[in-house]
């Protein structure tokens, strides 16, 4: 899978195009020109600490709903603001890796609300939209800097997503790019790991966990590989097969969950709350704010440098208010709180630290870890994934040293190979795709997609339950036309078209439902395996009295969204559509 001496140049009508990694415990930008594609350059963000190519994905508005910060800026300045001691926190708006919202929300809708840290509600499209143009107008900044003439619109745009995410959330993001600026056209979705399997293709180099650097550089048409993205939300797994023409063909749809980095932090808050009830560490989040991030940074920095073989303690700072919530509300100290608790031999606490045995900070990666073999290993036992030899594991969290062991421990007749700057494959990767998305040959149909319909009814075909009458005419109602199957192989741009008629002369507006089904072959739109996606509206012309309307519906698949439109047979001219996931009235099935 090795670059080639000269890459194909790109395909893009942009003189750049930059890319937002929005992740759900950092974020960054990353931009190349079409003149030298392949050229990414990133952004520096300065930390306390370090500098980094990726800031976290904080944000902090004023008490007005205004922008005040983003990233390492607003985890500082609300740090501040609380350690004035006084309540006027909790008048600003801090939010802190809220991405998942879009994966866990069972009913995602435009006008969703989200909770802040101090529990104050605002519209998740507006935190969002915040933090999507601050990187965008950041990502701006920095161009002119080098290019003093260049436009918004001398720039292509692409967002990454988690490529299991259903169509609703990437509706959802895209809507909010656009209100941060960022025109319809000039934006792409990508899917998180695609993007690194193509940034795989171009790297000079990459190591396996033994130290080799051979796959990348010489594997040939026909190979598959398992992508295993590992970022600080969800872990999103996909296979690729090397296709010609330097092509990747999609093998199985995109599959994973929530167990990224992030699980890991919420077994410690959980950890805490065995050890001195949770109602004391919601105090300690919404009373003592500037403690609370304090302990949760301390973590941080111990879960990036636990190692495999380390043996002993892990000693981390307890910040005094801590101590203060114990005594005060639990008439004990700490040391004996841990006494009584089920970590008694394990956990002790001296000094104002916790001192922790490494197997019980291991077993804090533990259900995360996991639930990521857990999968792996049923991955690998479907049929058309027999053959992959290799996992290339991308991500942030794939720098985790326990997760790298756990991998290569369960799998150990592949092949574990983590390319040069992980952490950085997707956004990277993002940016060749804006370039050269048609290397993305072919991907599989996660669902089996549909339209209600409702032909004539059939007494040897259709229940007497379904039936129903529409002028002159008998019909069944709700009855599943299918556009594509589940596991199909699509080629981007693939079309489905079918020819529709209003049911009635006065109709202004043609309405049709989309469904999708986890089974193959579904019948009715109302079976248990359905769920409503999303609906298609068509405003209708005026036709004379007599004559019958006939629209053409199309569907385009195998892109990263889900593409419609319409057009009216007898003109011959297309119609203005609306495509909408994200009513109200949508019960969506979230991910």
Not at 143 to 148: D, E, R, S, T
Not at 179 to 189: E, M
Not at 407 to 412: A, P, W, Y
Not at 520 to 541: K, N
């Amino acid at each position: 899978m090795a670059a080639a001496s000269s890459p194909k140049p790109s395909t893009c009508n942009k003189l750049f195009v930059a890319a937002i990694d929005f992740g759900t415990t950092y974020s960054g930008y990353a931009f190349s020109s079409k003149s030298e594609w392949t050229k990414v350059q990133t952004n520096v963000w300065p930390s306390s600490n370090q500098m980094s190519s990726k800031t976290p994905t904080a944000l902090l508005l004023n008490e007005d709903e205004t922008f005040n910060s983003f990233g390492y800026d607003a985890e500082k300045n609300f740090a501040e603001i609380a350690e004035e001691g006084d309540d006027s926190y909790k008048d600003f708006y801090y939010f802190h890796r809220f991405k998942m919202l879009l994966h866990n929300c069972k009913n995602l809708h435009r006008n969703i609300c989200i909770d802040d840290m101090t529990r104050k509600r605002m519209e998740a499209h507006k935190v969002f939209t915040h933090s999507i143009k601050f990187l965008v107008d950041t990502l701006f900044d920095k161009l002119k800097g080098a290019v003093p003439d260049i436009l918004l619109d001398d720039i292509h745009f692409v967002l990454t997503v988690p490529a299991i995410w259903d169509d609703p959330s990437k509706q959802f993001m895209r809507e909010a790019a656009i209100a941060a600026g960022i025109k319809a056209n000039q934006l792409s979705i990508a899917l998180e790991p695609e993007a690194a399997s193509i940034y795989c293709q171009h790297i000079p180099t990459e190591v396996d966990v033994s130290g080799n650097t051979s796959f990348l550089r010489t594997a040939k048409q026909g190979t598959k590989y398992m992508i295993v993205d590992l970022g600080g939300g969800t872990a999103d797994i996909t296979v690729h097969l090397r296709s010609g023409e330097g092509t990747l063909d999609e093998v199985r749809p995109a599959s994973g969950g929530p167990w990224g980095g992030k699980s890991v932090d919420d077994r410690f808050e959980k950890f805490l709350g065995e050890v001195i009830g949770n109602d004391l560490v919601e105090d300690l989040k919404q009373n003592f704010m500037e403690d609370y991030l304090d302990l949760f940074r301390e973590f941080e920095s111990k879960k990036r440098n636990i190692a495999t073989v380390k043996t002993g303690k892990v000693h981390m700072k307890i910040p005094l208010t801590v101590q203060s919530l114990v005594k005060k509300n639990l008439k004990k100290s700490v040391p004996d709180v841990l006494k009584e608790s089920s970590y008694a031999e394990s956990v002790h606490f001296a000094n104002m630290k916790l001192h922790m045995s490494v197997d019980i900070f291991k077993d804090l990666f533990k259900p995360t870890i996991e639930g990521i073999v857990k999968h792996l290993k049923e991955v690998f036992m479907e049929k058309n994934v027999q053959g992959v030899e290799t996992i290339l594991m991308v991500g942030g969290f794939s720098e985790c040293e326990l997760v790298q062991k756990a991998i290569k421990d369960n799998f150990k007749d592949k092949k574990v190979i983590i390319p040069e700057d992980p952490g950085l494959a997707v956004l990277k990767g993002a940016v060749y795709y804006g370039h050269v998305p048609k290397t993305i040959g072919r991907r599989v149909a996660r669902y089996t997609y549909g339209i209600q319909s409702w032909p004539e009814f059939d007494p040897n075909k259709h229940p007497e339950a379904k039936k129903v009458q529409i002028g002159t005419k008998f019909r069944c109602r709700d009855v599943f036309f299918k556009y594509v199957t589940k596991g199909e192989l699509l080629t981007p741009g693939y079309r489905r078209s079918q020819i529709f008629q209003a049911l009635k002369p006065d109709e202004e507006c043609l309405e049709c439902a989309i469904y999708v089904s986890d089974e193959e072959d579904p019948v009715y739109v109302d079976d248990e395996s359905c769920r409503r996606l999303g609906t298609l509206r068509v405003p209708l012309p005026r036709v004379s009295t007599g004559c019958s309307l006939e629209i053409e519906e199309t569907m385009i698949f195998g892109d990263t969204e889900l593409e419609v439109q319409a057009r009216d047979i007898y003109t011959n001219q297309q119609c203005e559509v609306s495509f909408d996931l994200l009513s109200n009235n949508v019960v969506q099935n979230g991910n």
